[in-house]
């Protein structure tokens, strides 16, 4: 496996998390706190999970309580063998998976600048806590299905998931 180079990915997460903050600029006001279809999230609640998201995993490289693995020792190997090789290397999530629940948004609604420049800078916090911890082998954040994360794991599975995102609101204008 070839190293993986820290400003290659810190410029990779900073593209993904501009381009879901444009998308979330160009939703139409009157979208914005509507869910995408019966049942989904809504771009607002989309933007404050991925606030959340940053703010835990960042959190936790910065000493501050992260996630709590939800699966086994083995099915933990498994799903990490199975999906998150994939994830990191093709940037593709697999449909269905779930957020835990400290991640879930609140109903709203969420005022878009307010949720958006909380986002921005999770999203700067968390890319510097990996940077922090870069060389660090004991350094990680806890992700609820595969377990721990090292810094290149997190910040590559980070900038996965504002794709992912992005993808899913670009789709509700």
Known sequence: MAPVDLEEERRRHREAAASFLAAARAVPADRWNVPIRPGA??????????RLSCQTLGGELEGRP?????????QRALLRFKFLGAILDHGKI??????????VPGPGPFDRETVLADLEDAANRC??????????????????????????????????HFVHHSAQIQTHG
């Open 127 to 160: 890319e510097a806590a990996v940077a922090a911890r870069w060389h660090d082998r004991t350094a990680g954040a806890t992700h609820h299905v595969f377990g721990h994360l090292v810094p290149s794991q997190l910040i590559r599975f980070s900038s996965v």
């Open 41 to 50: 999230w809504s771009p607002a609640q989309v933007a404050e999970h991925l």
């Open 66 to 74: 992260g996630l709590r693995v939800r699966t086994s020792w083995w």
């Open 94 to 103: 697999p449909a269905g998976a779930r957020a835990p629940r400290e991640l």
